[in-house]
């Protein structure tokens, strides 16, 4: 079954930058998408194909991907995004796959 | 704008059953996918079930195969979730998610949560 690998945390002073990574068996020929989810609340939805960002997110949030790891990245990183984010993929043998999550915290 | 809204959680014992339900407005139900997925407390999110918007295509996870059924009336605009022979390990919130063009879920419910205890 494939799988996804995410850090359990990462911490980021205010106003810097952000990257959580996602690891899989060459996930870079898959189209990854990320999901934040806040205390209490459902995900959403921030970055779909790789790097694409539905309406309402921010500019601040962008995404890529290549070989074995795909990369979220926040910008200008402000308390409000202080939140889990999930990446996620379609696997023929597994349907869809989460990654296993980080909690990104914001000092 | 697009909601979708659960109903159908509760406490039930083990080997038990629950419905779930997820009525959906603000668009073409129709004319989307959608999805389960779940969350245990304090854990990560796990897909549950896939149906597409004929019902002509399911998909189960391994977790659950077997033991749940997917299904969608598209004149009610809702979705339904049955859960047979329900485990503890089958507590969690129960979100159903829309299916987008890449298999992601573009939009999300508030979720219901299900709790098997005894």
């Known amino acids: 079954s494939y799988e996804l690998t995410q850090p359990l945390s990462v911490s980021v002073a205010l106003g810097q930058t952000a990257r959580i990574t996602c690891g899989g068996n060459?996930?870079?020929?898959?189209?990854v998408h990320w999901y934040q989810q806040k205390p209490g609340q459902a995900p959403v939805l921030v970055i779909y194909?790789?790097?694409n960002r539905p309406s309402g997110i921010p500019e601040r949030f962008s995404g890529s991907n290549s070989g074995n790891t795909a990369t979220l990245t926040i910008s200008r990183a402000q308390a409000g995004d202080e939140a889990d984010y999930y990446c996620?993929?379609?696997?023929?043998?597994?349907?869809?796959?989460f990654g296993t999550g980080t909690k990104v915290t914001v000092l | 704008e697009v909601q979708l809204v659960e109903s159908g959680g509760g406490l039930v014992q083990p080997g038990g059953s629950l419905r779930l339900s997820c009525a959906a407005s603000?668009?073409?139900?129709?004319?989307?996918?959608m999805n389960w997925v779940r969350q245990a407390p304090g854990k990560g999110l796990e897909w549950v079930s896939y149906?597409?918007?004929?019902?002509?295509?399911?998909y189960y996870a391994d977790s659950v195969k077997g033991r749940f059924t997917i299904s969608r009336d598209n004149a009610k605009n809702s979705l339904y979730l049955q859960m047979n022979s329900l485990r503890a390990e089958d507590t969690a919130v129960y979100y159903c998610?829309?299916?987008?063009?890449?298999?992601?879920?573009?939009?999300w419910g508030q979720g219901t949560l299900v709790t098997v205890s005894s």
């Open positions: 998610a829309r299916g987008s063009g890449l298999n992601q879920f573009d939009y």
């Open positions: 603000g668009f073409t139900f129709s004319s989307y996918s």
């Open positions: 149906i597409s918007s004929s019902s002509s295509t399911i």
């Open positions: 060459n996930i870079g020929s898959k189209n």
């Open positions: 194909r790789d790097s």
């Open positions: 996620q993929v379609w696997d023929s043998s597994t349907s869809y796959v």
